[in-house]
Each structure stands twice: as C-alpha cells, then as structure tokens.
C-alpha cells in the first residue's frame, strides 16, 4: 500500500497478503513507484502516485502483476501503458459516490450562503451582530443546478439537489441518459454554463477534461452563478477561474480540488467569494474503508485468478 490505510482495510489486506504499507502519506517518488514495481506482485496505489508510461517502461521486467487503484479517479496512471507493461488496474467506484456527492452540497451550501466568510467573520471577532442585509446570499430552493457529467456522482448531487431542494436539473454529457428524475440536457457546455444558477463539475481527470472550464466558459456564467468542483483540480483552468472571481465575473466558487494540488494560489486564498477545501470528498471513515476493502476485493479477484470486479 502506498499509504496507510484505515486499520480494518490493512487487518483484511494481511488476512489474504504479506503485506508491506509505507508509511509516508505523501504521492510516491518515481523511485519508489519503480521499486514498487519490481519487488511487489501487487500494488494499492492512490492519488498522486504518478504511474506514468516512462514509469512502466523504467522496469521491463516488473514483478508486479496488478495496480489495485484506491479511489475511482485513476488519471494518475497511464493505464494504456499499463496493460502494454501486462499490468491490470482496477479502481472503486460505487463506494465515493454518495460522500462526494454529499462534499458537493457542502461546498454549493456554502459558496451561495456566504458560510465561510461568515465563519471568518466571527472567528476574527469582527462580527457585530445580526442585521437585515449582513451576508447576505443566494437561496438554492428552485434554482437550476447544470451538472457537468452525468454519471454516478453527478447523478447522486441531481438527486439532492432535485429531491432536496426542489432545484431544477440541467445537464451536459457526451450522450442522453436516462434518469430517474426530470432534467434537461444543454446540446454545449457554453450553453450549460449561460443557463443555470450553479454549476457543478462532476467528470472524470484525464486529458480530455484538461481545463474544460476555461474563461470562455466562465465568460458565458451568469454573473450571480457559483462553480462548484469536486471532479479533479485540472478539470478548472485555475488562473481564469481566479480572474472571474477577481473581478465579479461570477458569483462565487467552491473547490475540494485544484489544478496543482497541494498548492493552492495565494490568489484564491485572499478571495472571500470562494470556498477552499482541503480534498475530503470521501473522507469519510466508513467511505475510505469501502474503498480500501474494494482494492482488496479486487486484488483477492485478480489472483484467484477471477475477473477484477473493478478492471479499467
């Protein structure tokens, strides 16, 4: 494991395994991603850990058999090189969906309701008391939400926001789905982004979301509009996003993620008009057991010889 993981995921990984967990909790240097290679048949990788072609190509004759990714996002492997290399890779969906979902409230709640300046406000000891026009912000109750990738998260955060607060659903993805609720599906971006009061980036990292909302998009926001992102930090091109807030262009955004995560511009942490987490969508303790527990499944799968549950 390239991390410490909760005590029940390590206590199920010894149970099948010899299992060696590396202690630090930062992403894995390229040696280490090299030695992880060679001198272990199975790796749980996460976030950070930069599994990219030249990687795979350092160590011809790897040992390693299977990369057990714990998270869903898995851009951070180059999956391509991967099975060239004959190493099968996995993730876990289904078990973050609904705690990031549940991180996209928190952060649309927040920017539109102005929490964390209020926070601010009372923690500095500036806070003089209530009146009619402090703080004040946007009520999400029958406002349109426009979620960016319609898959499992970004359906699980229409639900809440369709079921909860009684907000209209639009939507842009590469294709029509079917849903359980009512929503209508923007034919562009451009067109998703002018529509609605709060836009939410639900999609997968990768070279094809690589600054999807840039300032063209953020030029076709509404100016009262809030950017919610809990998909991965370069989905949002960082400095456009901080000029739009800079200048009012929108009305506020709320980010688990950034571009290049752990620094966060010095910029956007002087913005009052932005929410800034520290990327806990699934931070969860039962959540990130789930997820430790599915990349055992998966490399239990893998070397009993079945299908991985969760193969990509």
Avoid at 286 to 311: I, T, Y
């Amino acid at each position: 494991m390239s991390r410490p993981l909760p005590e029940r995921v390590q206590a199920a990984a010894r149970d099948r395994f010899d299992l060696t967990v590396r202690p630090e909790t930062g992403p894995l240097s390229t040696e280490e991603m090299q030695a992880a290679l060679r001198d272990f048949d199975g790796v749980v990788p996460t976030l950070g850990d930069l599994f990219s072609a030249e990687v795979f190509a350092a160590v011809p004759d790897a040992r390693c058999r299977v990369l057990a990714n714990f998270g869903v996002g898995y851009n951070h492997i180059d999956t391509d090189a991967a099975r060239t290399a004959g190493i099968a890779v996995s993730n876990t969906p289904g078990a973050v969906t609904d705690a990031t979902a549940d991180t996209a409230m928190t952060l649309m709640l927040m920017s539109a309701r102005r929490a964390g300046e209020g926070e601010r406000l009372v923690r500095a000891g500036a806070w003089e008391g209530w009146h009619p026009t402090q703080l004040l912000g946007m009520h999400l109750g029958g406002k349109t939400v426009g979620i960016v990738g319609m898959g499992r998260i970004g359906q699980a955060i229409a639900r809440r926001c369709h079921d909860g607060f009684g907000m209209k659903v639009a939507y842009h993805s590469r294709s029509p789905k079917e849903l359980s609720f009512p929503a209508s599906r923007a034919e562009s971006l451009k067109a998703l982004a002018g529509s609605v009061d709060v836009l939410v980036l639900a999609v997968p990292g990768g070279a094809e979301t690589h600054h999807l909302i840039n300032a063209e998009v953020l030029a076709a926001m509404r100016p009262h509009a809030h950017l919610i992102n809990i998909a991965r930090g370069n989905v949002v091109e960082e400095a456009a996003l901080i000029d739009a807030l800079q200048t009012g262009r929108i009305g506020g955004a709320g980010l688990d993620v950034y571009e290049f995560e752990p620094s966060v511009p010095e910029a956007l942490k002087r913005l009052e008009n932005v929410v800034l987490l520290p990327h806990i969508g699934t931070a969860a303790l039962e959540v990130r057991e789930d997820m430790g527990l599915m990349s055992v499944d998966n490399l239990v799968a893998f070397f009993d010889g079945k299908p991985l549950p969760n193969a990509v």
